[in-house]
């Protein structure tokens, strides 16, 4: 049997750490071939050396039988590898068009033709049911559509060996349902996909072939149909995980905010993108606000922890409105913000791991003496939360969050923000990128948060999340509140029906 | 050693000095080329020593006393641009601060004879970090209230401000040469240097400057406001969401920024370098040798100290070159080239760290 690609004997190593420890890797050609591992395990590196963005020290990459020697992304191009990055590498302010044709550009004496591209894009668009718009522009397309062009961007160039580096993580499920769709298809005309996600299901449903990593290490490569999702996370994490989340009933007890009549003025467009929602959360509850994304939770999430302004209503928290509070109040009188966007607002990725850890506190006593911080203080506690956190990095404390993996700049954040022990968290997607033993743990803290009579609001896209987290949930559409459920009584598919707007009842 | 090279200051410095190098041999190969031209000339390779010793082989310790006369108003214009950098701002309006700083440091220093002359000067400092401070704070304002891009509004008030000193000239004006104004009654002391130099525009100036650059340092890298500000210019939103004033940290960066370069101002129009103003004012060159020194210095305060002397020596290595017969401009391309270079730096730590960690692995 020949395999389309064979990785033998990369290593890879970065200070302080073997992001990839002697790893052979092989693809047979016309799979789907998944590769899962924890949070730093490798992934991400190991298919940067594939195409051709890291060096390896070890080790060499044989394509279609053929040693190959690939050194940068458009050597990786001519063996017709394409890549869609964890984080999408495209240019904002260029339409879709451009974007795709942007490195192959047609040129004729000497000004581009754009005739020929446009078909092609069409047409391909139209083969495999991607409803692209090659004239809209980037900035103002959804994320999903987005990784759509990233997949046109590879068909375009004709590669047949596809990289997705975890597209799963930011799609809504009725988006990745699309995206399995579309990989099926590209499987069925020959090409060969590698896959990396944290989602077992997802593995379950269009891989047939997985590799686990672990620690930079291969630990095995096995059959999808012949593994569990409990034997595939344990070989992983190296231990047995929860896949289901163990709670008890709530107790709810007073209330800790009331939103009442919320407003927030869109900033895309006129109109509102919150209008007049109103509820109640109480102290040891875990409230969910469900809903597809762009329905105005991300604006009701800015609005609540000060990020943006009110444009009317009130946020009665402790007694106190906050509308008129600064970010510093609230957090000062413990409400702690897991942000939606990590590189936005959750970390300045410049600064290392410990001075990321005190972002919330280095104002504090513990930190700082007459304006001076105090670093044994600030690099003990950023030890502290290594351990407690399971925080995985090449420097420990001293590592540039930049170069840390995606799942472990999340867990940078949830340190933070569990850590000032907050009475109300509120947490947007807080395991988005994670692995399932990561997972299991922030499912375990946010309940152990509810125990001790804290109040968590949650936002989350993951419908299985939300129904087996919450003990109450409020669904989103458009801005205002359409209904709220028990999640002990409604099924996904109910739920389904009220996030769609198909279905809506009077609150409160 | 591997974890020494590994440390991203240590492969700065490593940088910076290819930087330097890389420079430098570009100016032998220019001084090889121009040799075959020059009759006259001496060895290419005795005019590279001219320039590394910064000249001081002819001009010895009354040069290095020059030298650290030149190098005080550049370190400040380099910290203020560096100031800027590290919080995220691209302070382009040196030259205007500056200008604006040693013209108030001057009308003091002349007019406000109701203090004793011997303490006159340190107002004259004080009232030059204000002025520059507030033609800062003018950037920052609107930067930070009205998304202004700093670069812009400072290209246009370093503009604004030399036509405002060019006019202002006539309050302060010489009786015997009314276009340029008098020199000032109270400068900044030389407490001796002048004798120890041999040379009378040596004073204390180098060593106010190099206070400030350590505190400067202080304050970026140990203190809770360092934090702020930088958190501010590495990720405004983040420093947002943290509770930051970030609009009030993008005012003061740039306040800071201008208040370090107005201080430069006051080092050059205060001083014993008889510089003074004139009705036809060009744009101060100082505040644009700051982009250079904060590129070399990495933006560090303690690393601009050193760029700082560097480019002042090469300065001062320009007359003295053309006594080997070759042109002076041949240290300016040099330093031409070691700017380009240090804009580079990235790429010389990138290629620096492979080839030590290939070298570690083969081991
Ligand atoms: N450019 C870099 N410099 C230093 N260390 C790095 C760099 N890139 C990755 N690392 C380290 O290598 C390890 C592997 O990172 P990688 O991004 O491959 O993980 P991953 O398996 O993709 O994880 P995740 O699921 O969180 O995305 C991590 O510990 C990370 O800190
Ligand atoms: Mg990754």
């Known amino acids: 049997m020949e395999y389309v690609i064979e990785l033998r004997n990369i290593t890879k190593v970065f200070p302080g750490i073997i992001a990839n420890d002697d790893i052979t890797l092989k693809v047979k050609k016309g799979e789907i071939h998944a590769l899962l591992g924890e949070n730093g395990a490798g992934k991400s590196t190991l298919m940067s050396v594939l195409f051709g963005l890291y060096k390896p020290e070890k080790g060499s990459i044989y394509i279609k039988g053929k040693e190959a020697h690939i050194t940068n992304p458009n050597d990786a191009n001519r063996y017709g590898i394409g890549m869609v990055h964890q984080h999408f590498k495209l240019v904002h302010n260029f339409t879709v068009l451009e974007n795709v044709i942007l490195g192959v550009e047609t040129v004729k004496n000497g000004t581009l033709v754009m005739a020929e591209a446009r078909r092609k894009v ?156 109103s509820f109640k959360v109480r102290r040891g ?91 044994k203080n600030i690099y003990d506690h950023a030890d502290k939360m290594i351990q407690r956190f399971d925080i995985r990095s090449g420097s420990g404390s001293h590592s540039v969050t930049r170069s840390m993996s995606g799942g472990n700049q999340q867990k940078a954040i949830l340190a933070r923000e569990l850590d000032i022990n907050p009475d109300l968290l509120i947490a947007v997607q807080p395991t988005r990128g994670l692995d399932v033993g990561a997972i299991e743990y922030i499912h375990k803290t946010l309940i152990e948060q ?40 409604i099924t996904q598919q109910e739920l389904g029906l009220y996030m769609s707007g198909s279905k809506r009842e009077k609150v409160e | 050693m591997k974890k020494f090279l590994m440390n991203a200051g240590v492969q700065k410095i ?47 310790l009354k040069g290095l006393g020059i030298i650290m006369r030149f190098m005080s108003p550049i370190l400040l214009t380099g910290l203020s641009v560096g100031f800027a950098f ?73 503009y604004i401000s030399m036509i405002t000193v060019s006019n202002l000239v006539s309050i302060i004006a010489d009786k015997n040469n009314p276009s340029r104004t008098s020199p000032p009654l109270s400068r900044i002391p030389t407490l001796g240097l002048d004798k120890i130099f041999g040379n009378n525009t040596t004073d204390i100036s180098i060593f106010i400057a190099i206070l400030v650059a350590i505190l400067i340092y202080i304050i970026l890298e140990r203190t809770t406001f360092g934090y702020e500000l930088k958190a501010c210019g590495y990720n405004r939103n983040a420093a947002r969401y943290a509770g930051i004033n970030d609009r ?43 982009i250079s020194v904060a590129l070399l210095g990495m933006s560090n305060p303690l690393g601009i100290i050193f760029s700082a002397a560097f480019i002042a020596a090469l300065k001062n290595a320009g007359p003295a070159l053309s006594r080997s017969g070759f042109n002076e401009e041949v240290v300016k391309i040099m330093t031409a080239v070691i700017i380009y270079a240090s804009a580079f730096s990235l790429i010389f730590r990138e290629k620096l760290v492979q080839f030590f960690t290939k070298k570690g692995a083969k081991k």
């Not at chain 1, 799609?171 to 077992?200: A, N, R, V």
């Not at chain 2, 129009?269 to 060159?285: E, H, N, Q, R």
């Open chain 2, 248 to 290: 009030l940290g993008i005012t003061l960066s740039m306040t800071i920024a201008g208040a370090l370069a107005g201080l430069g101002g006051a080092m050059v129009y205060i001083s014993s370098i008889t510089k003074v103003f004139d009705s036809l004012l060009t744009l101060a060159p100082e505040g644009f040798d700051g």
């Open chain 2, 14 to 60: 490593f940088a910076a000095l290819l930087a330097i190098l890389f420079g430098l041999a570009f100016g032998v190969v220019i001084l090889f080329i121009s040799s075959f031209f020059i009759s006259k000339a001496s060895y290419p390779l005795d005019a590279l020593y001219t320039i590394v010793t910064g000249g001081l082989r002819f001009s010895g």
């Open chain 1, 122 to 277: 069409l047409d391909l668009s139209k083969r495999y049911n991607l409803f692209i718009e090659p004239d809209h522009l980037i900035s103002d397309i959804s994320v999903g559509m987005q990784q759509r062009v990233e997949i046109l961007k590879m068909l375009y160039k004709n590669n047949d060996i596809l990289i997705f580096d975890e597209p799963t993580a930011v799609l809504t499920p009725q988006e990745i349902d699309e995206l399995m769709k579309i990989m099926k298809e590209l499987i069925s005309e020959g090409k060969t996909i590698i896959f990396i996600t944290h989602k077992l299901n997802e593995i379950k449903a269009v891989a047939d072939r997985v590799s686990i990593l672990r620690k930079g290490k291969l630990i095995d490569t096995v059959d999808v149909a012949s593994s569990t999702k409990e034997s595939l996370s344990e070989m992983m994490v190296g231990r047995k995980v929860l896949l289901e989340v163990n709670k008890t009933p709530a107790e709810p007890k007073e209330v800790i905010m009331e939103v009442s009549h919320l407003s927030m003025k869109s900033k895309h467009h006129g109109k509102d993108s919150v209008n007049d929602v």
């Open chain 1, 450 to 489: 509810r125990d001790a009579g804290k109040a968590v609001l949650l936002v989350s896209l993951e419908l299985s999340e939300v129904m087996s987290v919450s003990d109450r949930i409020l669904v989103i559409y458009e801005g205002e509140l359409v209904g709220e459920v028990d999640p002990t009584k």
């Open chain 1, 285 to 375: 509850e875990i409230l969910c606000i469900a809903g597809i994304e762009g329905n105005g939770q991300t604006d009701l999430v800015y609005g609540i922890t000060g990020l943006q302004k009110l444009s009317g209503g009130k946020i009665l928290y402790k007694g106190v409105d906050l509308a008129t509070k600064s970010i510093r109040y609230r957090s000062l009188n413990k409400i702690s913000h897991i942000p939606e966007d990590r590189h936005k607002h959750g970390l300045v990725l410049d600064y290392n791991l410990a001075e990321n850890l005190i972002l919330q506190t280095y104002f504090t006593d513990k930190f700082q003496k007459f304006g001076f911080l105090n670093f």
């Open chain 2, 86 to 158: 590290k919080t995220g701002l691209f302070n382009i309006g040196a030259s205007g601060q500056f200008v604006i700083g040693g013209f108030v440091a001057a009308y003091i220093c002349i007019k406000w004879t109701f203090i004793p002359l011997e303490y006159l000067w340190i107002v004259g400092i004080l009232g030059a970090v204000i002025a520059g401070g507030i033609v800062g704070l003018i950037s920052g304002l609107l930067k930070a209230y009205r998304n202004v891009n700093e670069v812009i509004s400072a290209i246009m008030l370093n």
